[in-house]
């Protein structure tokens, strides 16, 4: 009884082994077909890589000038009698500005200016004096030297009062005025600024290894921080003849027209210089490269061969397309496009999106109509 009630036992705890061993055994053999069964192609965007004329730009920085630009002061001292400026007022040249007290300095003018007419009288009548012989030569030639030194004394005086005066030395633009009426000034003392901003100089360095790309009248880019999105065009107008020795840059000037007064001495500006004789490139699209420490790289979309070498049908007859990773060299980026200068062709079609989720060899679908760099917005901008 004993021995049949073990057997029993043992009949049943085979039975339960056997059915998870196959129960595991089946698990197994589902994984092993979900891991064996091809994978669904994986959803990307495409571009394609075209050739265009692309025009290098040198990059630079500079800072802006006025075409003319003062400190205004006075040579002499006193006080200030009347003020003919407000603070920002557009002025034109020889435009008074400023009076000084110039009391004693007139009085003193209208003094000489006496002297000098009796010294003129005398010089006169001395004239006929000596044809006649009433006077000696000498006498004659007294007479001469008075006359012409009241006259240096009046001039003199002239120019004494006219240091007293202050005028525009230019037309342009006032800055905040420094001085009130009633002020003592020392000579010296600046009263304003004067700024002409119809034009503009941008000053920069390029390095030296550029001179051969530069020529006067060459097109220059200007964007500033206070417009963002703005560009400014500016040309070059003179290269200094020297090379600073303790940098080894060269200094270049370009005039920026401002009609409008919209950009300002001291401004900081980021600079690009197109550089003559476009060459054509291959370029596509930023989002297409891969940037790794160990190179530049993009998924080429590709049809998938068999063993003959023929491409390769899915169900509904449309060629099999697989992610070729291919190295390539890149240069420029302008405008969301990127020139390709090793890698690539014109008329490849590469991924633009979607990346991440690709290896070597992926099954892909393009998701969308491919791209060409030309149908974006500003690819206008990298044709020139």
Known sequence: MLRRRMLIMLAVVLLIVVMLGGYKAF????????????????????????????????????????????????????????????????????????????????????????????AKVDFGRGSQLVVDQAISRGEFDRLSAQYRRNQAVVEQLKASLQKKSLKAPFSGTLGIRQVDIGDFLASGTVIATLQDLSSLYVDFNVPEQALPQLSLGQQVLVQVAAFPGQTFTASLSAINPKVEESTRNLLVRATLANPERKLLPGMFGNLLILLPDPQPQVVVPESAITYTLYGNSVYVVSPKKDKDGQPEKTADGQPQLIAEQRTVLTGERRDGLVVVSQGLAAGDQVVSAGQLKLTPGAAIRISQAPAKPSDTPSSAAGTD
């Open 27 to 118: 698990s197994i053999y589902q994984q092993i077909q979900v891991f064996s069964a091809p994978k669904p192609p994986i959803s990307v965007a495409a571009a394609t890589a075209e050739q265009r004329q692309w025009q290098q730009r040198l990059p630079a920085v500079g800072s802006l000038k006025a075409l003319q630009g003062v400190e205004l002061s006075l040579e002499v001292a006193g006080t200030v009698k009347s003020l003919h400026f407000d603070s920002g007022q557009q002025v034109k040249a020889g435009q008074l500005l400023l009076q000084l007290d110039s009391g004693e300095e007139t009085a003193l003018l209208g003094t000489a200016q006496a002297d000098l007419g009796l």
